[in-house]
């Protein structure tokens, strides 16, 4: 196999090993620890918005501060607290929403660019001995970290925001 090819063994350009695979098929290290790398070597964000639940959740939580002002107006008999029960039902309503409206957007981005980080994944390779990425093409020089890698891929699919501290850093060296 040459240096380039991607279906078969190729050597690292760090280490000069071959002990390495696709990122796609990098689940554990060298030692057949997890080690979270899949999530560390994620070319996308998992999908974690759960708009739905949100929006219930939200719904819930205003009509109970609704209801509480209402039935704490009553029992004390100070009625402005009525009022302040639905002022609170509704901010609480349009935080939903912007939660709801944010998750849409956030999806929205990561499905419009998975197939540019496909492309700029593609070819990447996970090497076991240098614990990086990288890449069989000329796509990038050099060994990144996972970090790294996750930041290049991610950034350059249009949702670099939602990475993580970490990996958000390490765009920075």
């Known amino acids: 196999m040459t240096y380039g090819e991607t279906s078969g063994p190729v050597g690292c350009p ?12 990098a689940r554990v290290d060298e030692r057949g620890r997890a080690e979270k790398l899949p999530t560390r070597l994620a070319i996308a964000p998992a999908p974690g918005g ?50 709801v409206r944010g998750e849409t957007r956030d999806e929205r981005r990561v499905r419009d660019g998975r197939p540019r980080a496909d492309a700029l994944s593609a ?10 990425v990288f890449h069989s093409g000329a796509h990038w020089p050099g060994v990144l970290t996972p970090e790294q890698f996750r930041h290049l ?8 925001d939602q990475l993580d501290g970490k990996a958000k850093q390490a765009g920075a060296s």
């Open 50 to 99: 759960d708009r739905f639940m949100h929006a219930v959740e939200g719904v819930l939580i205003a009509v109970v501060a609704g209801a509480a002002g209402g039935y704490y107006a009553e029992e004390r008999d100070l009625p402005w607290l009525t009022a302040v029960g639905a002022v609170a039902a509704v901010l609480i309503l349009a935080a939903t929403f912007a939660i």
């Open 123 to 132: 070819g990447a390779r996970y090497c076991f001995r240098c614990r990086g």
């Open 14 to 25: 760090g280490c000069r090993t071959w002990e390495n695979v696709p990122v796609a098929e």
């Open 153 to 160: 891929v991610w950034t350059g699919a249009g949702y670099g």
